[in-house]
């Protein structure tokens, strides 16, 4: 496969065309009577139409066909996809899941949107207030199938295997250590090259931006140049047997079948698009003195809610860094919090806990669950050398932090069978120091 195209740039107003049918832009105008090539125009709007210009989200896509040329939705089944948020009683430990478990394709073929897993979440979708997280493990590409979120915004953290995912907008090509977002009401596929194994955060009713930088200033953390969006490539092709559309509305699955892939659009502009990000282009703030910063200074990418300074969701990474902190208890510190706390690991080993905190597994600490570093970690870095470090080298760990007081799912606590009992014990060899005789030492 040639190398894919992009554009780059954060919430831009892009324009692309496929290079198939130049000029298939309407110059000067969103709907003329009649668009270049014969196309139909049709608007995607990711926002109310009144809101500020600031935060006014749409793009207009010139297609072959528009997508309301289907055949009536009906109820699919739901698989282990959940927003019951009530199904089992609420668990206030905290919470460890080793690696999430990928069905072979000789027992099953499980394309994406079958292997959609929902581990926990709270809000409500029908009045667009809260989140999800999910996992997905699939091992067959989505043939002939495209789906779309009525409810809100996925982004996607892979951890194995590239994923291939065609949209209306064009395509991109996500591999580990890439993210991407897919916003509400977008149809995409996703094709696979392997037994596949991601994270994804869904937000309902707001979307993803930058973390405002403050006193950071201008630049540094995820720079807008280093987004990528895709460039138009439509397909015109007719399938006799039907191309099943699935939607998800309102937590639930409906598909609806048409004749014509609905990957049709041969042009288009907005700022409302599929994105994708590297997250080593990520530029690392860290303390250079003493004390640790706090980890929202590792902030890619954050959902709002109608509080300042409060997130729906964040999105943060741990990347490969320098630790020169003095006088400092280097790992992250112990910590009760009024946030939820969701972390995942694409590679390596986490650095408050290098043993059974693995690749394609999970933790969960819940609103004011304490936690921190375990007992091993505490000792080591208490008596350690205080030169500079590499941390996390060759690891990428990362959070999905709420404010939300999360439920977790009838799956992820049970039927999903990764749920790693044993976790508390890691901080039950932790001994208290205290000493009520020895004199404090000065810096």
């Not at 288009?268 to 599929?274: A, D, E, L, S």
């Not at 003195?289 to 741990?318: E, M, N, Y």
Request: charged share 20%; aromatic share 12%; with cysteine.
């Amino acid at each position: 496969m040639e190398p894919l195209k992009y554009m780059s740039g954060f919430g831009n107003e892009f324009s692309s065309e496929d290079p198939r049918c130049p000029g298939s832009l309407p110059e000067g105008q969103n709907n003329p009577q009649v668009c270049p090539y014969g196309l139909y125009a049709e608007q995607l709007s990711g926002s109310a139409f009144t809101c500020p210009r600031s935060t006014n989200k749409r793009s207009w896509l010139y297609r072959i066909l528009p997508s309301v040329h289907h055949r009536p939705f009906t109820s699919v089944v739901q698989g282990n996809l959940s927003y019951n948020w009530d199904e089992v009683d609420p668990d206030p430990n905290q919470l460890r899941w080793l690696p999430f478990k990928i069905q072979k394709a000789s027992e099953k073929k499980v394309d994406f949107v079958m292997g959609l897993h929902t581990l926990c979440g709270a809000g409500d979708i029908r009045s667009r207030s809260g989140l999800a997280i999910h996992i997905y493990t699939c091992n067959i590409s989505m043939e002939n199938k495209s789906f779309y979120n009525s409810d809100g915004d996925f982004l996607l953290v892979p951890q194995k295997g590239n994923l291939l995912i065609t949209t209306e907008f064009g395509k991109m090509l996500v591999e580990p250590h890439e993210i991407c977002v897919i916003q509400q009401g977008m149809h995409f596929s996703v094709e696979v090259f392997e037994e596949t194994r991601g994270y994804i955060l869904e937000v309902f009713g707001s979307h993803f931006e930058l973390p405002d930088l403050g006193p950071i200033g201008a630049n540094g953390l995820a720079n807008p140049r280093d987004f990528k969006v895709p460039v138009a490539w439509y397909e015109n092709r007719n399938i006799p047997a039907g191309f099943t559309v699935i939607s998800k509305f309102q937590g639930k699955l409906f598909a609806a079948q048409q004749d014509i892939s609905p990957f049709n659009v041969v042009a288009w502009h907005g700022n409302y698009t599929p994105y994708k990000y590297n997250l080593n282009d990520f530029m690392v703030i860290n303390s250079v003195a003493f004390d640790h910063a706090d980890p929202s200074i590792f902030t890619v990418l954050t959902a709002k809610s109608t509080r300042p300074g409060v997130a729906v969701a964040d999105f943060v990474i741990f990347p490969p860094r320098w630790g020169v902190s003095e006088h400092t208890f280097r790992p992250p510190y112990y910590h009760r919090n009024c946030m939820s706390e969701f972390m995942g690991l694409i590679k390596g080993h986490y650095e408050a806990k290098e043993e059974g905190f693995l690749p394609g597994g999970g933790s969960l600490h819940s609103v004011m669950t304490p936690h921190g570093p375990d007992a091993e970690c505490f000792e080591k870095a208490s008596s350690a050398a205080l030169k500079p470090e590499r941390v996390a080298g060759g690891t990428m760990a990362f959070m999905f932090e709420s404010s939300f007081n999360m439920s977790v799912t009838r799956w992820g606590l049970e039927t999903c069978k990764c749920l790693d009992k044993s976790y508390s014990t890691c901080w039950q060899p932790l001994k208290s120091h205290f000493n009520a005789n020895a004199k404090p030492s000065h810096k």
